[in-house]
């Protein structure tokens, strides 16, 4: 097992390493992943749980997706494929391993955090709230369309350029300067003025 320590809040190490020793599992850290933040995968002929977690996170998204992961590895264990992968009982799981960390983070994630946990979503990133606050700690926070204004002019990261136009429902209506079609943007995507 990698050693986790440099990615995770130092009050963290003792219990995830706890947790990860009771099991025949194998973290891996990988490269960012556009399409997620971390990834659990069961047991496959007798071989080993595998975890695996994007190398880019900051130390309390770590702690969140891996947590999130542990809770997935520690269901399939008592469950096997006989629940749903975040039905209740992943939910209850989730809650519980969290509770251990609320103490580590800051004031601003105890109290998105603990609006989560009252009904955990299938990605932490689908919570948009707490990813905002979770950003705030990156070593290089990045700009997203929901920091910039309404009429705005803006590329995204494979260069194609945009005007913001209004938010409908949870995404933003923006249209290209390429084609002039509408697209629907997530509030954290991430832009470049």
Known sequence: ?????????????????????????KVIITNPRQSKLGD???????????????????????????????AHMMIWEKYKNNVKPHGVEWKEMF??????FIPIFPTDIQQCLAIH???????SSSDHTLQKILRKY????????????????????????YIKKKKI???????????????????LAEVQI
């Not at 946990?117 to 990605?123: T, V």
């Not at 070593?139 to 350029?161: C, E, H, V």
């Not at 429902?169 to 509030?187: E, H």
């Open 1 to 25: 097992m990698k050693n986790l320590s440099s990615f995770l809040p130092i009050q963290a190490n003792k219990k995830i390493n706890k947790w990860l020793s009771s099991f025949d599992c």
């Open 138 to 161: 990156d070593k290089n926070p990045t700009l997203t369309i929901s920091d910039i204004p309404d009429g705005s002019i803006f590329s995204t990261p494979n260069g194609k350029r």
């Open 169 to 187: 429902r949870t995404r933003f209506q923006c249209k290209s300067l390429n084609n002039n079609r509408i697209y629907l943007f997530n509030p």
């Open 95 to 100: 809650k519980k391993l969290m509770i251990n």
């Open 117 to 123: 946990l009252k009904n955990p979503k299938a990605s």
């Open 40 to 70: 659990y995968r069961s047991p496959n002929n007798e071989k080993n749980h595998i975890i695996s977690i994007n190398n880019n996170l900051n130390k309390y998204s770590f702690l969140i997706t891996l947590t999130h992961e542990i």
